[in-house]
């Protein structure tokens, strides 16, 4: 059964508080509910500026240097009392670390975290750092700092110099050890995102066997096929619609006369 | 009298046959905008939601769709686009929040592209807000009723982003696709959730 159209609407119907505030609520939860929401509903992703690298690969373009950010926090009860943010200045954020309150302890405060940029030198074995290696250091007057369990909630969102699917976040507590791969979840068209381990190098690395940059000939063929399937069922549901809607139309027409023949038919 | 008798039943027929649910109709449009979603990521490839060529492909698929649906231009009023712009500003909030919350009162005020830009999203917005919240809304609201075309339209909004931004954004689109499918039945137009998702999108220039 089809259902009447709905009426148009009136007035008072915009002013329908009930509707904004479901609207708000919806929003709300959804907000709530997203791990790494991104402030982009659609349309065309925002161009970012180039990527700025410590120490530029060759054929890169020659960008500003990527600075320092470092954020503070005063201590209540020996943990951190207010959340920390820290977000480097670029267009898009290459590093932005976001760490709730009381994730941090010290002896004594305030707490300073601090974000440094640097040129990766050891990679984590079997891939290649893509982009630059992030030291997060924290620091207290009164000594070494630690992480509480609140810390879990902490996260590092990287932004990928490239386009690379299958980037992987890393993680090694201080230079020489061994890195670690992090959970890593994709945050944005090129950002990714990872739980805040501790304090120590991040980075984002790729899979050094195999070029994800290019396709190969048999992908290129793929994606050539792929596409002329795309467009021959799109052009395909394009004619049905058409010919459906014209069909339709005939048949409204038909039952419209017999409408008419009816009602010319009453007495 | 006796022509009455036999008439009537065939009128009921011709109104049942007019009134059938057009479920095929559905199908078609979701294989069409599966095409253009599928068309739009390979012209991107691994840069498809920063690509315009793309973004302009998948707009231009989806406005095909749209036309040859025969889809009706949509009712422009002052309050549909007052419903529009409250909508927008109320799927900003969280985005401008975030940003406050983590950067401060700091905004872009580079230009640099903008106009392109603003120009290329205002088009893909407006497109899929013709496709989702125009035709695809109308024909399952004309077969299930409009809260299912709400929940399609919003289904269809939160899988289309799923290549753009991956899953974790997935919730909060798919809130924002129920808000704009909401914004489509309050304001009776489809004009209303694309001023709002326009706006939204442009609003994300100032928020970098």
Redesign the interface.
Known sequence: ???PP????S?D??C?WR??L???V??????L????????????????EPYRYVAPPDGTPTTVRPITVAAKAELASGVTAA?L?L?SPE??PQV?L?VPQGALAAAAGPVTVTVTPLAPTEEPTGTTIDGNVYRVTLAAPSGPVTVTAKAKEAVIYLRAPT???GEGMHYRPAPGKPWQRLKT?????DIW?ATFAAAGDYALAVEATGS??SASGGGRSG?LW??L???V??VL??????V??SAGDD??E??DD??DA?DA??? | MTSTTTVLPARSAHRVRRAAPDRAGILVLLAGFTAAVLLRALVGGPDVARSMPAGLVFAVALVLLVLAAGTRRPRVSRQVLVAGAAGGALICVPAVLAHVSARGLVVSTSTQGFLLWALVVAVVATAEEAFLRGALHDAVARTAGPGVAVVVGAAAFALLHLPLYGWSALPLDLAVGVVLGGLRVHAGSWAAPAVAHVGADLVSWFLR
């Open positions: 059964m089809t259902r709905r009426a148009a609407a007035p119907r915009f329908a509707f904004w479901a609207t708000a919806v929003v709300a939860l959804g907000w509910v997203s791990p790494h929401p991104v402030p982009l509903y659609d349309g065309v992703g925002l161009p970012d959340y943010s977000v267009f898009g932005s976001g386009l690379t699917p979840t994709k945050a944005g068209n995102a994800t940059s994606l792929g596409g399937l795309a467009l069922v799109l549901a394009a004619v049905v619609l058409v459906r809607r048949e409204d038909t039952a017999a409408d009816d038919e009453q007495p």
